[in-house]
Structures are given as structure tokens and as C-alpha cells.
């Protein structure tokens, strides 16, 4: 069977900050996080690439990452790659700031398909990283006070990021992408739940099969039918979440078959949907709350 892409990384924190530095080269394949992700790159040659669009990332750079979403880097040894990282409970987020719905401006936009990279101006670009080593030295410190410092200056870093559209100097650096495949991306996302198959999609897309299927692989790493399975069981996933039924979370996310759907899944997340617990232990309130202001993905 191909690989659907697997998931790396846990969080069993409100959030967790990480400071590295490499001089080595690396390679991380396809992957995805049940947490949302903020990379803000301080220097090195990297190339990241989230679903289908490839970044080249410039010193001072930030990339949001989305729970669910594929993504992988490469990062050459030329230079040393340098690296703040901030794994994020989408729980937590939405606890934040509640007048405004909570924080995950960045991450919603970068679903709507304006990009996950922005390019802050000089003088914010000072302030957040400003903020993320005062965080860091935050979180090392053994002081009572230093949690609640450290929620502090993560909120304010937080809101600027949301707030970045209202900067005059913000810039979505483009992306190297496909575009036919960056349609059919969309397409899948919004429609998890109908018919999906190669034919139907290179037929929207004006493509013949082959040549859809190719170009496919070579923007995602994987096949049509290895990407639509991975998403229709992060889809499945959250519909159990917020207390569906394994029977009709199955038909929801595009399964007509039971026994189909519960091998897919066993095979995808190692336990049946009927066993299947949430990591980041949402109860169905919370759920429920997440869902209604967009931070849980529902297909349109």
C-alpha cells in the first residue's frame, strides 16, 4: 500500500517552544501534526514546501503551518539552519483572545489559499523575534511567574501575526506551484465527503488521467487516491472528535463502506474508529465551540 504521509511530532501542552540549530543537511519527508505550527526562520538555505506550494525562505520568514496539512523542508549545510518553532493546541488558541474568535487568523488564511509565508517589515520582523527570545528565556526559567510571562508574550506575538494584514508592508511571498493541481487541492479539501475519483477530477481540470495523475504526485509526492484517503481520515478523525458516530463519520467522509472505512482507519491511526480518543483530549463543548468558528476543517 503507498504511504498516505504520516504524522510526527505531539504536544500534550498548551504549547512548546523550540530553538535549533543546524549545520548539517536535512530532509524531512511529507508529514502532518494533529497541532498547529509556526517556523520563523532566522538564517540557512530551506526550502519548505506545505501541500502543494514550495517556499524558498529568506532570513526573518514565517511559515504557518496548519494541523492536517502535508508538508516537508530541505534544508542544504552550506549554512547553519537556524530555527524558532512554536507547536500550537488549537484548543488553546481559541481560548485566547475570545472577542475576536480567538487566534488563528493565520492559519484560517493560509487554508483560503493565500499562502502560509509572510514577510514582515523590518521593524516587526525586530519585534517578533524580540518577543520569541524573551519567550524562550521565559520558558527556561524557574520563577513561579514565568507560565503566565510566557502566555503573555506568546499572545502578543500571536495578535501581530493575526494583524499582519493590517500592516502596510506585509508581503505572501509567491510560491512555486502548479496551478491546475493547486485547484484540484482545493476541490478535495471542500468536497471530502462526494465522488473524488481520477477521472472526475482530470475531467474539471480539462487533464487527461495520466497526465493529471502525474503531475499529481509530482506536486504532492503521492497519488490522488494515497492524498484523498490521508484527508478524508483527518476529516473522519474530526467528526469523531465532536461525537459522531463511526457509521456516519464514515459516510461523511466519503465511505460507503463500513468495514472499508474502519480498515483505512486502524491502518491510518492504529486503532478503530469506535476506539479512536482525540490527543489533544477535546471534550465535545470544546469541539462544538471550534467548530463554529472555523477552527475545526469541515468541507464546504
Known amino acids: 500500500m503507498e504511504s498516505t504521509g504520516s504524522e510526527r511530532g505531539y504536544l500534550r501542552e498548551r504549547f512548546r517552544l523550540f530553538h535549533t540549530v543546524d549545520q548539517k543537511e536535512l530532509r524531512v519527508d511529507w508529514h502532518f501534526h494533529s497541532f498547529d505550527k509556526v517556523v520563523f526562520f532566522r538564517g540557512g538555505h530551506v526550502c519548505y514546501t506545505v501541500e502543494s506550494q514550495t517556499y524558498q525562505l529568506s532570513p526573518g520568514d514565517i511559515l504557518t503551518v496548519g494541523h492536517g496539512q502535508l508538508h516537508r523542508m530541505r534544508s542544504l549545510s552550506d549554512v547553519p539552519y537556524e530555527r524558532y518553532i512554536l507547536y500550537l493546541s488549537s484548543a488553546f488558541l481559541a481560548s485566547l483572545a475570545p472577542e475576536a474568535?480567538?487566534?488563528?487568523?493565520c492559519f484560517l488564511r493560509a487554508r483560503d489559499g493565500n499562502g502560509c509565508l509572510l514577510r514582515l517589515?523590518?521593524?516587526d520582523r525586530a519585534q517578533a523575534f524580540n518577543l520569541l527570545t524573551r519567550m524562550e528565556k521565559a520558558t527556561q526559567d524557574p520563577s513561579p511567574y514565568s507560565p503566565a510571562l510566557a502566555k503573555a508574550l506568546l499572545t502578543e506575538l500571536l495578535i501581530m501575526?493575526?494583524?499582519a494584514p493590517e500592516r502596510p508592508a506585509v508581503s505572501h511571498p509567491d510560491a512555486q506551484s502548479d496551478e491546475k493541481i493547486a485547484q484540484a487541492l482545493?476541490?478535495?479539501?471542500t468536497h471530502l465527503g462526494e465522488d473524488l475519483s481520477c477521472d472526475m477530477l482530470s475531467r474539471r481540470l480539462n487533464m487527461?488521467?495520466?497526465?493529471?495523475?502525474?503531475?499529481f504526485k509530482a506536486a504532492t509526492g503521492r497519488s490522488p487516491h494515497?492524498?484523498?484517503?490521508?484527508k478524508r481520515l483527518l476529516y473522519a478523525s474530526e467528526l469523531?472528535?465532536?461525537g459522531e458516530g463511526a457509521i456516519s463519520a464514515g459516510r461523511k467522509c466519503g465511505y460507503t463502506d463500513h468495514s472499508a472505512f474502519c480498515h483505512a482507519?486502524?491502518?491510518q491511526f492504529g486503532v478503530t474508529p469506535s476506539a479512536f480518543r482525540p490527543r489533544d483530549s477535546l471534550n465535545y463543548s470544546q469541539y462544538k465551540r471550534l467548530s463554529d468558528l472555523g477552527w475545526i476543517f469541515r468541507p464546504g
Open 226 to 230: 494515497a492524498y484523498i484517503r490521508l
Open 240 to 242: 469523531l472528535t465532536g
Open 121 to 123: 517589515a523590518e521593524s
Open 161 to 163: 501575526l493575526c494583524r
Open 208 to 215: 487527461s488521467r495520466s497526465s493529471f495523475q502525474h503531475r
Open 101 to 105: 474568535n480567538g487566534l488563528n487568523a
Open 265 to 267: 482507519f486502524f491502518n
Open 186 to 189: 482545493h476541490y478535495v479539501q
